[in-house]
């Protein structure tokens, strides 16, 4: 199919305007977050295979009493090691077009189409970080507004009665550091990744007015939530990779998180590829194109082994 019809201006009718803007005015994107709180596994990479296996250690239970009787033996305990893996995949989209159309356009459409490729590229990452989050065995349902429902086999049990509120973060944090000893993701806080309907329900809530009164009062002029019982909150408006959910769309979805979360497997960092020429150099095209995965780094529900809570509806 032509991709340009053309018409006449002259002699009849009337004549028209062809002046365009030298500015390009793109569709705005989705906010991502998820893809920055992956770990990279340094020690992998190209011809090794396409599965990497983690090894983890868990942890060595502490002894009713530590203390020795002369003459006896130290006692011993087990040591247990664990493992898992990560298989990379191929990665990539392309968007063709002709010699004849970049002969024509005003613009350069292979730049035009290589700077949508790599907004399309993030929020796709993006995506693929998200899934692996979403492995999480905790499962954090809000019920009300002092109420919740805890799986910790990976699936929520009951839709979502409520959104996020102080009350669910002082829960959830406690539950990462007293219940299953999550150790905090970066300077002691751990990180709390929601969509916007889930920070909105922070901000509404008079609890967070009050916490912010002294301690950050600009906060809610500058749409921030910032830090809270040890959790920093960031906010994404990425529907692909966290959606509202539950009874009426009434939870902003979301992970609290700490450290050794999730882990990305590279193969090939993703790059941009321009296609070789084809028929006689008329159609072109250009790709992302990476291998590559994403893996949660323990898939359990032990303490000492959880390492994100996912807020969640069953709906």
């Not at 959910?245 to 450290?259: A, H, M, N, Q, W």
Request: proline share 4%.
């Amino acid at each position: 199919m032509a991709q340009y019809t053309w018409t006449w201006d002259a002699p009849t009718g009337t004549y028209k305007q062809h002046a365009l803007s030298k500015k390009i005015f793109r569709a705005a994107v989705a906010e991502t977050q998820l893809i920055d709180h992956v770990q990279p596994i340094s020690s992998f990479g190209r011809r090794q295979g396409e599965n990497v296996t983690l090894t983890r250690i868990r942890t060595i239970a502490e002894p009713t009493s530590p203390v020795l009787t002369e003459g006896e033996r130290i006692p011993e305990d087990t040591f247990a090691l664990s493992t898992t893996s990560i298989t990379v995949q191929e990665w990539g989209r392309s968007v063709p077009f002709t010699s004849l159309a970049e002969d024509l356009s005003f613009f350069d459409q292979e730049n035009a189409i290589q700077g949508e490729l790599k907004r399309q590229m993030k929020l796709c990452l993006d995506t693929g970080a998200a899934t692996a989050f979403k492995q999480a065995k905790i499962k954090y349902v809000p019920t009300g507004e002092a109420s919740a429902n805890v799986a910790t086999n990976g699936t929520a049990a009951t839709p979502a009665l409520a959104n996020l509120n102080m009350f669910h973060v002082e829960e959830i944090r406690d539950l990462l550091y007293d219940t299953y000893f999550a150790e905090p993701a970066e300077g002691g806080d751990y990180i709390g990744v929601f969509r916007t309907l889930g920070i909105r329900g922070l901000k509404r809530d008079p609890a967070w007015d009050q916490w912010h009164v002294y301690t950050d009062p600009s906060a809610k002029y500058n749409g921030e939530v910032g830090r809270i019982e040890s959790v920093r909150f960031q906010e994404t408006n990425h529907s692909n990779a966290l959606a509202k959910k539950g009874t009426g769309s009434v939870l902003g979805e979301g992970f609290i998180f700490g450290k050794d979360a999730v882990a990305m497997a590279e193969v090939l960092t993703p790059e941009m590829r321009a296609a070789i020429p084809a028929d006689f150099g008329r159609s072109k095209a250009v790709a992302w194109y990476g291998i590559l995965n994403f893996g949660i780094i323990w898939g359990t529900g032990n303490a000492g082994e959880v390492k994100i809570v996912h807020v969640t509806s069953s709906t």
